[in-house]
């Protein structure tokens, strides 16, 4: 398995926010980082992201849908 990114990797990354997000930026972002998916809070940017893997956020999204 890949080595989990550095702090420097997430915070050099393209971040982004799903455009069902609340307009007053009550979400979390994600960047896409080798096999990786950073995650972090979009109302302190300043504070660290964490990295979990590409299979471990997919299994977190599919699980969200089934519950819908």
Same mark, same amino acid.
């Given at each position: 398995?890949?080595?989990?990114?550095?702090?420097?990797?997430?915070?050099?990354?393209?971040?982004?926010?799903?455009?069902?997000? /609340? *307009?007053?930026?009550?979400? $979390? %972002?994600?960047?896409?980082?080798?096999?990786?998916?950073?995650?972090?809070?979009?109302?302190?940017?300043?504070?660290?992201?964490?990295?979990?893997?590409? /299979? *471990?956020?997919?299994?977190? $999204? %599919?699980?969200?849908?089934?519950?819908?």
């Amino acid at each position: 398995m890949n080595e989990a990114p550095s702090d420097a990797q997430l915070a050099a990354a393209s971040w982004f926010k799903s455009s069902y997000s /609340a *307009a007053d930026n009550e979400c $979390v %972002e994600v960047a896409h980082i080798q096999s990786w998916v950073g995650v972090r809070d979009s109302k302190d940017l300043h504070r660290d992201g964490m990295a979990i893997t590409a /299979a *471990a956020f997919a299994a977190f $999204v %599919e699980s969200v849908k089934a519950a819908e």
